[in-house]
C-alpha cells in the first residue's frame, strides 16, 4: 500500500455482500398483491434498489401515504423477505477472502447500507463476517439515504479516510449515483442489473473470486477522476415506478 493515506473500501450490503435481489422483488412482489397494486417489483427495484423500503414504497402509489403506513408496509415487506430468505443466506462467492486479503493488505473496510440495525445483523452475523467492517452505517445514521450521498460521507468520515481514496462496492444505480456525489469511485456487482445499465465504474464484478486487493489498487490509480452524477439517473421521473 503507498505511504500516505489508506485507501477504503466502502460495501453496500444487498446484493454486494448477498446476492439476494430476487427474493427482495419477490417480498415487495406479495405485499403488492396484498395491496391490490400491479407494479412490477424487479422493474422497480432495477430503478431503486438501495433506497431505504419506505421510500421505495413512496414511489408505487398514485396518492400520499401517511409515513406510519407507509413504515407498516415496510416492515410487512422485510417480514416476507425473512421468510423467503431464510434459508437462502450465503454469501457472493469469495466474499470472506476478498475481505481478510484487503484487511491483510491495509484497507480500511466500512459498510454503508439503507438497512436498518435488525435486518444487517440478520446477514453479517449470519454469515460471521462483521469483525472485517470497521465501521457500520444504517439508514439510521443519515437523514437521507441513496441516491444522496449521505451514508458514504459518512462512512468515509467515520473510517478517517478521504473520499478520493475511497473506493464503492455496489450493485444498484442508485447507490453508484450516491458514491459519485459523494466524491467516490465505484466498483459495480451485477447481480441486481446488467452491467450496461451502470453509469461508469471502475469494472463490473459477478462475485469476489478471484478480485484481490492490488487490482483495486491498480484500478484506482488507472481510474483518478470520480464521474460525476447522472443528470437522467438523478432526474426524479426516473425514479418512479
Known amino acids: 500500500m503507498p505511504n500516505q493515506a489508506p485507501y477504503a473500501l466502502i460495501f453496500d450490503m444487498d446484493g454486494v455482500l448477498i446476492d439476494n435481489t430476487a427474493y427482495q422483488a419477490r417480498a415487495f412482489q406479495l405485499l403488492f398483491r396484498d395491496l391490490g397494486l400491479t407494479t412490477n417489483a424487479r422493474r422497480l427495484l432495477e430503478r431503486q434498489n438501495g433506497m431505504p423500503a419506505t421510500k421505495i414504497l413512496e414511489t408505487v402509489f398514485a396518492s400520499d401515504v401517511p409515513k406510519k403506513k407507509l413504515t407498516t408496509y ?38 454503508g447500507t439503507g ?55 455496489e450493485d444498484a444505480l442508485v447507490g453508484e449515483q450516491a458514491a459519485y456525489k459523494a466524491g467516490m ?42 464521474p460525476k452524477p447522472s443528470k437522467q439517473m438523478a432526474n426524479r421521473q426516473y425514479m418512479q415506478a
Open 74 to 111: 415496510a416492515d410487512q415487506r422485510e417480514f416476507l423477505y425473512r421468510t423467503i430468505y431464510w434459508d437462502k443466506r450465503k454469501e457472493v462467492a469469495g466474499l470472506t477472502e476478498f475481505l481478510k486479503a484487503s484487511r491483510a493488505a491495509g484497507f480500511k473496510i466500512g459498510l
Open 115 to 169: 438497512s436498518g440495525l435488525d435486518t444487517i445483523g440478520y446477514i453479517i452475523d449470519h454469515l460471521d463476517i462483521r469483525q472485517y467492517f470497521d465501521v457500520v452505517i444504517t439508514k439510521d445514521d443519515v437523514d437521507k439515504g441513496k441516491p444522496h450521498a449521505d451514508t458514504y460521507v459518512l462512512t468515509a468520515r467515520e473510517l478517517g479516510v478521504p473520499p478520493e481514496r475511497c473506493v464503492v462496492f
Open 185 to 226: 469511485r465505484c466498483i459495480a456487482l451485477s447481480t441486481s442489473v446488467k452491467p450496461d445499465k451502470f453509469q461508469a465504474p471502475l469494472t463490473v464484478i459477478k462475485d469476489f473470486t478471484d478480485f484481490t486487493p492490488k487490482k483495486v489498487v491498480e484500478l484506482l490509480e488507472q481510474h483518478p477522476n470520480v
